[in-house]
């Protein structure tokens, strides 16, 4: 991956490690280091929140 995080901050690695950003906190870094990673990969962000997943149990009668 091209981007590490120490603490708070997020490097990018080109060359040695330059500075990307700061957080407020480790798991804002966390988020900020994984959606850099999936930006990397291809992933286009839109600012949606992502939709919940549905239960796979569709209703009916319990039996035992």
Do not use: C, E, I
């Not at 850099?36 to 009668?61: E, I, M, N, R, Y």
Request: net charge positive.
């Amino acid at each position: 991956m091209p981007y590490m995080r120490k603490g708070r901050t997020v490097y990018k690695k080109v060359n040695g490690l330059k500075k990307k950003g700061t957080s407020k906190s480790v798991k804002k870094a966390k988020a900020y280091k994984r959606t850099l990673d999936a930006v990397h990969h291809g992933f286009k962000p839109t600012g949606k929140k992502a939709q919940p997943k549905g239960s796979a149990w569709k209703g009916g009668k319990k039996t035992r």
